[in-house]
């Protein structure tokens, strides 16, 4: 969430972010509202009690007469007292809500506009002239029916539209990917996890996915507990409720996990094949660091994607997410976004967002800071980089390794995570 002290000093700088969201602006005003309601009953409730507490060393020393009446106004400051706690309450809580439902203040660079709006920053690799080779290239799906890979039927049959089997070559083609993304993460230094899927519901609130993205969730009732969408979730929780000395920052660590995501609002949009599913794994990067770090984290975020996806010879542009487009917990994104042959364009592979002090928070992760000989204890930077979304990445790495006769090149940096395969040959029928 966002220090409640910026919103009381600079609000035109918050009700501006809410703008350049598309959020409510409305919303300021409202929890500037109800914080002066929390803070004046506040004060309000502690010189009832001070008053109570004089009264009660008075009424023993008192003559009778003196006493009826100060016991008729401790009876009224009693109710009075209770009033003042009972409102208290409701405005601290009333400002608590309002301050969940803010997003992230959005960082002064990023483009304004909604989800097309982005800016280009970097583009690498070179997009195949596939009719100066002769043929045309096949989507993803039929390539992965062919090599026996993918079977979507079979996972509509059992789990519905969305859903998906990989076989055979796929399913050790995820594997593989996997291995070779957790020894990128740990040569770089992250500390390998594998993660609940399961979360309460403040981890999911803390992470900022109960707003905008609530929609996208699934939410088992009778248990009140929560699907993840990402790692990102547990591995921003796993320090919830701590305090981490700032020398041992930064904490870096890369979970693996399955994800889960309704897709709700999608529907007709990317329905063929895996590149749009309710279930898939992911390897995600995450950063515990000080504030004063976030910037330079979010780059080398960045610069790992970008290794990545060097490594697996895929060409990709770097774009800075609009406004619009960023989730409520991140104040910068910027996407890695695959050339996707059959569909004629770029589309998003990896994201690397910067969240500030926004989920530590939420979550009530802080740094305990040693400078100057002064101790102090404040909100830490939490960041994530996807390293790699297994689905969408076979999808990029088929149909832009394909060749001619429906087989299949395997990048070389992956080679090694496939027992030395070259080629994904497709199956006999």
């Given amino acids: 969430m966002i220090d409640l002290r910026l919103i009381r000093e600079d609000p035109d700088r918050v009700r501006a972010s809410q703008r350049s969201r598309g959020e409510d602006v409305a919303l300021v005003d409202a929890l500037l509202s109800a914080d002066e309601r929390r803070r004046s009953s506040g004060t309000a409730f502690d010189e009832l009690r001070s008053e109570q507490k004089s009264l009660g060393k008075l009424i023993p020393k008192a003559s009778p007469e003196e006493r009826t009446a100060l016991l008729r106004r401790a009876e009224q400051l009693k109710a009075d007292v209770k009033a003042a ?14 301050l969940l439902r803010l997003g992230n203040i959005v960082h002064p660079d990023v483009p304004v506009g909604g989800e097309e709006d982005f800016v280009v920053l970097e583009t690498h690799g070179t997009i195949r002239d596939f009719g100066a080779e002769g043929f045309e290239p096949k989507d993803h799906l039929e390539l992965g029916e062919a090599l026996g890979a993918i079977d979507m039927e079979r996972g509509a049959k059992v789990s519905g539209s969305r859903f998906y089997y990989l076989t055979g070559i796929g399913a050790l083609l995820e594997l593989a990917l996997v291995n070779a993304a957790i020894a990128q993460a740990t040569e770089a230094g992250f500390t390998p996890m594998l993660t609940p899927t399961l979360v309460r519901p403040r981890a999911m609130e803390g992470t900022g996915f109960l707003g905008q993205a609530a929609e996208d969730v699934y939410h088992l009732d009778k248990d009140d507990q929560y699907l993840v969408g990402t790692s990102e979730v547990p591995l921003a929780a796993y320090h919830m409720d701590e305090i981490i000395d700032a020398e041992k920052l930064p904490l870096r660590y890369a979970g693996y996990s399955s994800c889960y995501r309704r897709e709700a609002g ?5 329905t063929r094949g895996i590149f749009r599913v309710h279930q898939f794994t992911k390897v995600e990067m995450f950063s515990y660091v000080d504030p004063a770090e976030a910037e330079a984290e979010h780059l080398r975020l960045l610069d790992w994607e970008k290794q990545w996806l060097t490594g697996l010879e895929l060409p990709f542009q770097v774009i ?22 059959a569909q004629g364009k770029y589309r998003e592979l990896t994201s690397a967002s910067n969240c500030g002090e926004f989920q530590a928070r939420r979550l009530s992760v802080r740094m305990r800071d040693n400078r100057d000989g002064k101790k102090a204890m404040r909100p830490l930077a939490t960041l994530n980089g996807t390293l790699c979304a297994v689905p969408r990445t076979i999808v990029a790495i088929l149909e832009n390794h394909q060749l001619a006769d429906g087989s299949v090149r395997v990048p070389e940096a992956l080679r090694p995570y496939l027992g030395g395969r070259e080629i994904l040959e497709p199956v006999a029928k």
Avoid: F, H, M
């Fill in 85 to 98: 706690d009972a409102a208290q309450d409701e405005a601290d809580a009333e400002t608590r809500n309002l």
């Fill in 266 to 270: 999608t529907y007709g949009k990317d």
């Fill in 320 to 341: 800075d997410v609009a406004s619009g487009d960023l989730g409520a917990s991140a104040t910068r994104k910027y996407d890695c976004e695959a050339w996707i042959p």
